[in-house]
């Protein structure tokens, strides 16, 4: 595998592991504050909380880890366009010297005088 790639893999591995710790102590979160505060019937945005707040920080922590994923992934896939591009291009040159080189006549041995 390139290098280009495999180090985008790690990346793209390494933001799905911190997406899904920010998930998870985003959920533990919600669940206890439901204990805390039964089901009121409010939409989860004003149970966020404010600026600073703890739950605040985790529901930004698991939005960037959203956004950091997405952006892995998305590079990940650009790695893999150039790399089948360039593939591409290197079999297209290689197809034109191999016909190339079969259309040119070999050297002819002449006889010095």
């Known amino acids: 595998m390139h290098s280009d790639l495999a180090t ?4 793209l591995l390494l933001t799905y592991h911190r997406y899904i710790a920010a998930e ?3 959920v533990d979160a919600q669940r206890e504050l439901k204990n805390w505060f039964p089901s009121t019937g409010q939409p989860i945005s004003s149970r ?12 930004d922590q698991r ?9 892995a992934r998305a590079k990940l896939e650009v ?6 591009r360039r593939r591409q291009e290197t079999q297209a040159l290689y197809i034109a010297y191999i016909t190339h080189a079969r259309q040119e006549p070999g050297p002819t ?3 010095p005088r």
């Open 48 to 59: 966020i909380g404010n600026p600073g707040s703890v739950m605040r920080r985790l529901y």
């Open 109 to 111: 041995m002449t006889s």
């Open 8 to 11: 985008r893999r790690r990346v």
């Open 79 to 84: 790695a893999k366009q150039r790399m089948e």
């Open 63 to 71: 939005e960037r880890a959203i956004l950091q994923l997405q952006v």
């Open 24 to 26: 998870q102590a985003w």
